[in-house]
């Protein structure tokens, strides 16, 4: 730990380029900060949610297979907070965006409820509000933050979090596409759905096996972060989970919805492929399946 | 239709023994009939619910292979009501029950989420009580009812809806065995779960498959009814959903929070079925597997 913690003072820490969701480290707010050896340092909450979090981390007890869905751990350090007001505890994560020169992101929150029977009614309130009003309830997700940095396509969140399951399939489709402009009247390429939806498919199939059969972990308020990029000539995607400050015990009942905003999510993904294959070479989407 | 109502009329309907959910055509209560050709008078009821259900009936469009999951449906008739208010409307469905002489019966009302946000405020606030306060929200679905004809075992509503996991995994338990007696220190024999849990998981994994891509409806408020009956030699169950007063349309999504309680739900069952197999002979449950 000690080593850990003079390492990460002699670091220059900088706020993420391309962070798209959660707190951000800027104008003087509490957020994450980088450095240049691929280290993501994220402020430990000074509540439940922040020792959540931690025991999350160093607990974190799942399958081989399934432990490349979340990043890497590298304990915890203390280093000025982004908002100025002085030494805080991080914790130390993988950055995950750190490999990428112009990388597109897309960070979505899994499950049509944030909540769970733990948290206070404030909170409940609170988030059941949110739930409602975005398309977490009707859809089982909602998008919190999708940016191209090649294009500088950044919706706001505003935007992503209301729409409707017609608005979601273009963001993603858009997502995977050359040109992703706000411009309403071009139909989305989708150039790169093949390879990068592909391959995100593929994972998150793997993840779904998993999810419904393992009753560890709910894992409330997480989302799935989908990164490529496009310039590379292989726009493999890397698929993670992240936010795990809501992470609560199975005990014994599989995270049914978590699974259920998973499958889908899975299903949008699908749609869109589904689409590719049976009007290739075409940008028209001809709507949905069942 | 016409046909239909004279041939009901003429038929004596009385209340059904068997029914474990919903209301009962007690006491001067509204509730279903059958008669002693199999079929099965559901009240319409005087509200969209009541249209709605009957709209489901009348336009149910699913694969020839998933329609064998719905009762079959022989159009409406107006008959004395039970609750002796005089002739109505009540939906002419299959009775599922009547091929049974002993039957073991459980009601399964399967999501997280009994509301949608087509609901009023207040039916909304009603249910997300409901749901917080039984099973439901925890683990995906509830038991609304269950009982064994043969032994008279019928655990309570109130009961059935507030277990919890262990509790609910000790009553599905009970129902696959010789010996199902409210006296918790015996443990159940489970001498059933092979053959009628075998073949349950396998109609609810072919369920699933479909809920996984089907985008037509949304099943709020839905059950899974199961029934077996011990004394027959062949005791393969019977798997149908059942309750469509609050399916809505799918808008292209997945019913997510159907299929994550079903998941749940099939979860449960199989935990059941690996237990036996590991422990064959044995009456013990060693608990949760992830």
New interface residues.
Partial sequence: MVTLLSFAIVKMLKVPEHQVAGHMAKNGVLGPLVDDSGKFYKPLQDNDRGSAELSFYTSLAVPPSIRSFFPAFHGTAVVPASDGSGPHTHLLLQDLIAPYTKPSVMDVKIG??TWH?GHSEDYIAKC?KKD?TSST????FRLTGVKDSLSSWEPSRTFLQTLS??GV?LVLRKFVSSSNSDDSRSDPDCDFAAEVFGAVLERLVELKAWF?????YHFYSCSVLVVYEKEKGNAKPLVKLVDFAHVVS?????D??F???L??F??FIRNILQALHQFPGTAIFY????
Same sequence: chains 1, 2.
């Fill in positions: 049509s409820r029977l059941l409602r309830v009707p859809l089982g399951a017609e399939a419904e059969v393992q009753t560890l199975g005990n014994g009942v599989i049914h919805n699974l259920g905003g499958c889908s899975i299903n709507g949905f399946y069942s």
